[in-house]
């Protein structure tokens, strides 16, 4: 559960936004996409681990890639991190999206909205090999941050926003989706909390499962600090790290 | 002869290494990681009489060289802690220590006698640092007299050992520490986390949504550290001690200072195995001071080597 995983390589792939692939034993443990690494960035500063979802996973060369936003401290630091060096992981964390929901012939949509891209493109390819039909929408801010367009388009028909116009169509991923009609059985999303909750009205009585993000301490349950209320109750909750971060619509309160 | 044994009010542990509350949940999450069993004694999640959801997210925050937390003692009530979560500690060979929580005097006493008569409750945790609703949201452990009038009233009804939990945000440690000594606590544990606040440079709003919270971690260690220098000398209760502990060496420092024994919180968020190593790590740092049994510690910074308790 807990290894130190070597850096094969750390590479800019948008403005801001890097390409971190990780090899060790645990990659074996790793299988659902959606599910999230706990990293630690340095031994003492910062202290707490950040949560990471898995972008892509490879059982055969045993390396496991994670796409990050440099923002703050920790992943600022994160991205000064050279190819050799190790980083203390714990994981794979969590539940992921549910792949089971579809079978070979079905359709699905998956939505990724800015830094909740990742998870999105290692769901794609185990979906592609069950036979799913996929469709693809991402929304970016700007054109500079977008990122992995062609290898989604491996997989399906993809389809890229900007908030700002500058690429793809202008404006959200509920537009794209409503200007092309798209259709499907389940829809799967990871994205910012506005982005989840505009889904989640745009389709009230689908089948949708969506990643959420929450401030953690433990990673695994123990602490209390990732909960979201449940519909209809004072005292329910769930937590993100260890019964999410995919929730079923309508399963918790965004 | 186990070196690490340690004896206290209620208490026999086969090693004085705990999870803290609130830290380690009901046990559930690290039993994935470890078997239980090897841990000297587990200090629940705070336990109230009715279920909570706690706070609004967020709940933490960082901090250098600790963290925030404003959980709001999320639990599920008493009657669930008493139906599922204790009965399935007691699979494992390890004594639990109950830390209990109210906004009256009334509720921390029902909970106590409820909760004081599970088989695998050896030591209740009284922690004091909950506002008192009855007396203007003043949390209990910020005045002697209350809670002193708290740790009598539990005291009366429990069916085990009361270990009393000190809040750090008061200004004479040593004065809580005595009120709470002649009102019948059977020892103390310190030190709950220190209050504090971080504000989002960008939006100019506080990072908790409760906005202040609860500092822990390695930033706390050296006021842990003087408080139980302090009171450790004042009165002659047991001292279980916590604050940023991280290592075996942190656990030495905390018995020079004074703890006959120590929990740790934090560190799990950072190590999941952090509380088996430490045990792990504890003899062969013990052979390198040239000492035999753990127990000498207590205490060393200011007693000169004697052993000042020696267990119930
Ligand atoms: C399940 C999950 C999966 C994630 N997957 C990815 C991913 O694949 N790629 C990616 O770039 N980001 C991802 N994130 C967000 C990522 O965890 C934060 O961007 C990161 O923690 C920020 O750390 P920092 O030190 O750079 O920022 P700081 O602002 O310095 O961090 C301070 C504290 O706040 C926490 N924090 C800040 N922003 C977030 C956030 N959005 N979510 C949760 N905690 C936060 C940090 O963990 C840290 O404890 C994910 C978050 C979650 C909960
Ligand atoms: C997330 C979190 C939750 C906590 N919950 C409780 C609690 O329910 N009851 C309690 O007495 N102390 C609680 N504490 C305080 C710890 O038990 C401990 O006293 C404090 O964190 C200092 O130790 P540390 O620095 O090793 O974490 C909590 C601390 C943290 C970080
Ligand atoms: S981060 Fe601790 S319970 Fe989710």
């Known amino acids: 559960m807990k290894e130190h995983m070597t850096i094969i390589s750390n590479r800019q792939i948008a403005k801001g936004i890097y390409e971190l692939t990780l090899a060790s034993s645990l990659v074996q443990r790793m299988h659902t996409p959606g599910q999230f690494v706990h990293v630690k960035v340095a031994t003492f500063a910062p202290l707490l681990r950040r949560p990471l979802s898995l972008c892509d996973i490879n059982h055969e060369a045993g390396e496991c890639t994670i796409v990050y936003r440099a923002e703050g401290t920790g992943t600022t630091l994160l991205s000064q991190k050279q190819p050799g060096e190790t980083l203390d992981v714990l994981g794979p964390l969590g539940n992921g999206f549910p792949l089971s929901a579809l079978s070979s012939g079905q359709r699905a949509l998956l939505v990724g909205g800015g830094i909740g891209v990742p998870p999105l493109y290692e769901l794609a390819k185990q979906l592609v090999k069950n036979g799913v039909c996929v469709t693809i929408v991402l929304g970016f801010q700007t054109k500079d941050v977008v990122f992995y367009e062609e290898r989604f388009a491996s997989f399906g028909k993809t389809y890229v926003a900007t908030a700002d116009g500058s690429y793809g169509m202008k404006g959200f991923v509920t537009d794209v989706i409503e200007h092309h009609a798209l259709s499907f059985d389940v829809l799967y999303a990871c994205g910012p909390k506005p982005m989840l909750k505009a889904l989640q009205q745009q389709f009230p009585h689908k089948e949708l499962y969506l990643s959420l993000e929450e401030r953690m301490g433990c990673g695994v349950g123990a602490c209390f600090a990732c909960v979201c209320r449940v519909p209809h109750s004072e005292t329910a909750y769930k937590k993100v790290c260890s019964d999410g971060p995919v929730f079923r619509a309508g399963e918790v309160v965004l | ?312």
Request: aromatic letters at 6%.
């Open chain 2, 1 to 312: 002869m186990n070196r690490l044994a340690v004896e206290l009010p209620g208490l026999s542990l086969k090693n004085p290494i705990m999870p803290a509350s609130g830290c380690f949940g009901f046990g559930r999450e690290y039993a994935k990681f470890y078997d239980l069993s090897v841990l000297g004694a587990i200090m629940i999640k705070a336990t109230t009489l009715e279920a909570r959801f706690g706070n609004p997210t967020p709940r933490v925050a960082e901090t250098p060289s600790g963290m925030l937390n404003a959980i709001g003692l999320q639990n599920p009530g008493i009657d669930k802690v008493l139906a599922e979560e204790l009965p399935w500690l007691a699979q494992y060979d390890v004594p639990i220590i109950a830390n209990i929580a109210g906004s009256t005097v009334e509720e921390y006493v029902e909970v106590a006698k409820r909760i004081s008569k599970a088989p695998n409750v050896h030591a209740l945790e009284l922690n004091i640092s909950c506002p008192n609703v009855k007396k203007g949201g003043i949390a209990f452990g910020t005045v002697p007299e209350v809670a002193a009038e708290l740790t009598r009233a539990v005291k009366e009804v429990s069916a085990v050992p009361v270990y009393v939990k000190l809040s750090p945000n008061v200004t004479n440690i040593v004065a809580m520490a005595k009120a709470i000594e002649q009102a019948g606590a059977d020892g103390l544990t310190m030190i709950n986390t220190l209050l504090g606040m971080r504000i989002d440079v960008k939006t100019a709003k506080p990072i908790l949504a409760n906005v202040t919270g609860g500092l822990s971690g390695p930033a706390i260690k050296p006021i842990a550290l003087r408080m139980i220098y302090e009171v450790s000398q004042a009165v002659s209760l047991p001292i279980i001690g916590m604050g940023g502990i991280q290592s075996a060496e942190d656990v030495i420092e905390f018995f020079y200072a004074g703890a006959s024994a120590v929990a740790i919180g934090t560190a799990h968020f950072i190590d999941p195995y952090v509380c088996p190593n430490v045990i792990r790590d504890l003899p062969p740092l013990l052979d390198e001071l040239g000492i035999q049994h753990i127990s000498e510690c207590t205490g060393r910074s200011w007693n000169n080597g004697q052993t000042v308790y020696c267990g119930a």
